[in-house]
Structures are given as C-alpha cells and as structure tokens.
DNA sequence: ATCGCTGCAAAAATTTTGCAGGTAA
DNA sequence: TTACCTGCAAAATTTTTGCAGCGAT
C-alpha cells in the first residue's frame, strides 16, 4: 500500500515512539537502526537476520551490526523472536500497546506464513503454572501444516 | 536402577521392537545406534546431540555419526524433536504406541525441564487449520517460567 | 559379498566477539 | 567530548558432507 498522508503521519508518530524509546536508553538513532525499524516495519512476517541483511541496499550495514541490533531491540522489547525450526532466528515489530503475542500457522512446503491471533484458554496456561509452582510462565505456539497453493 | 528380573525383560521387549523396526527398513542395529538408544531410554527430558555425545563412554562414537542418527531416528517416528530457542535441537524418544506429542515447561533460569500432557483443545487447531486453507497441521507449544527452586 | 554405516576431517551455516576508528548526542 | 556504535575480521557453535574403510546381515 503506498503511503498517503494518514499513513504517513501515523508512520512518522510510530517512529518517534520507537526512536524516543530508544533515546530514553541513552541509545543512538544510527543509520543501520532505522534502516533495520524501516525494514520490519514494511514486512508484515517474521524475519531472519539475513533477511533483513538481504532486503537492505548492498553494503547499507554489516550482518554482524544485524545481530547486535536484534539483541538490544529484543531486550527492550521492541522486536520479538520467533523460532519456526530450521536453524535461524526470527523477529517481529511489536507494535505499541500490542505485547507481541501471537503466533504463526506456516507451510512445511513453501514457508508461506499466516499470522495467528488466536490462542487457547488462559486458564489452561495457569493452572499448568500452578501444578508445577512455576511463575511468569509464558509460552511459545507455532501451528505447521500444508498451505492451500501448496496441496 | 539396575536392571531387575521384570524391568530388564520389559527392556528387552521394546529394545526388540525398536530393532525391529529398523531392521524392516533395511537398516542396521550397530553399536552406536543401540548406545543412543540405550541413553536416550535412561533419560526423560530431550537431549541435545551434544548432551548424548556426552553421556556416552569418551570415544564410543563420531558426534557427526549422532547426528545422522537423529535425522534417521527422526525420520522413522522413533524420536521426536524439540526446540527450546537457544541454538540446539533436542531428541526425545517415543514410547510405542505413543506419537509423541507433548510438550514441556522449561525454566529460563536453570533449564529444567517438566514434561506437560495436557494440550489446548484439538476444535482450536481445526478452526485455524479451516480458516486458513491448511491441511496436516499439527503445532509445536512449550512454556518457559521459572520453577520454584528458581524464585 | 553386499550395502549401509562409521570415523575423520573439512566445510557450511548461524551467531558472537575484539578492536580500532567513527558518529550521534 | 564522550559514550555508544560500526565495520572488519576472526572465532565459536551447531550442523552437514565427502570419502575411504569397516561391519552387520
């Protein structure tokens, strides 16, 4: 969707929020930062580090810088990882006021992956917490199956 | 525990159900193979291929020869595996007559594990598998606290 | 005697780290 | 100016692969 203006501000208001979060941390707004911010921002999915690297103009920052970057924006809880089960990590924005919780249907054929906003019963999460004397339990969902394109 | 009278038939029974079924497939029951096996039987929680190669007598067998034996294992139902988010797989053995699916809660402090029975409700996975088109689709769940030694 | 399997070693893939210099604030 | 950050290069981890020889059936 191009950006028209109520698209436009509303970008502009999300990027001081994130910038200003980072301020507050004594972090810098550097050029591959927001390169990185811009880039999650436009994609919808979960992304690999060389995803991100890839989708990048060439030599825009090094893959090492990538890596720091997720790190310090997942502590601050800007990004969340997400691990579909081949080897490399992903991330999400996590949009303001939204924890960042929700999961992923994914197709073991062709990758194509579909956001899921649904989840089961809280209780059924407390009442394993209780069981076992467990506190801040959390809990990670990814559903897999064959995609309508891909049958 | 040692191997008493019934404990050590009950073994010899589904060790010969195992080889068994590798046998069927023309494979071979060697030495590595009955090791990993053997260790993996002893222990309850999933285990990394490091893990194993550590549990094993110093030299017994190549790690490289482990990991072919997972995806063997794996690709013949005999193990199933997890993923906790830090980088490494784990492997957990399946009973017979069980297809495995379980999940686990795992301390984020101390990384120990409870195995968990209890899933959401089977019409939640349905629904999103109708939803969205899918078939096949099966999901991977795990919870992360911290358990009461931890707090 | 097959054909699969193993050990060894090298390579691939992902992620982390040290350091000297550069840059946002 | 002063931390923080980056690029580059090297290293650490996890996993895969090629190949010659060994071993289960």
Redesign the pocket.
């Known amino acids: 969707m191009k950006a028209h203006a109520h698209s436009h501000s509303h970008q502009r208001q999300k990027m001081s929020v994130l ?1 200003g979060r980072l ?1 507050q941390q ?8 927001a390169a990185i911010l811009e880039i999650l921002r436009q994609h919808p999915h979960p992304l ?3 995803d991100i690297f890839a989708a990048m103009a060439k ?7 990538i ?3 997720m ?2 924006l997942e502590e601050m809880g800007m990004v969340k990882r997400f691990d579909f089960g081949d ?3 992903r991330f999400e924005l996590v949009g303001e006021g939204d924890d960042g919780h929700h999961h992923h249907l994914i197709c073991t054929r062709c990758a194509g992956v579909v956001e899921i906003e649904e989840c089961f019963p809280s209780q059924i999460e407390s009442r394993i917490a209780a069981a076992n004397g467990f506190k801040s339990v959390t809990h990670k969902l990814e559903f897999f199956g064959i995609c309508p394109e891909c049958q």
């Open positions: 910038t301020r004594a972090r810098k707004i550097t050029s591959p930062r690999t580090n060389k030599g825009q920052c090094d893959l090492a810088t890596y720091r970057a790190h310090l080897g490399a990590a």
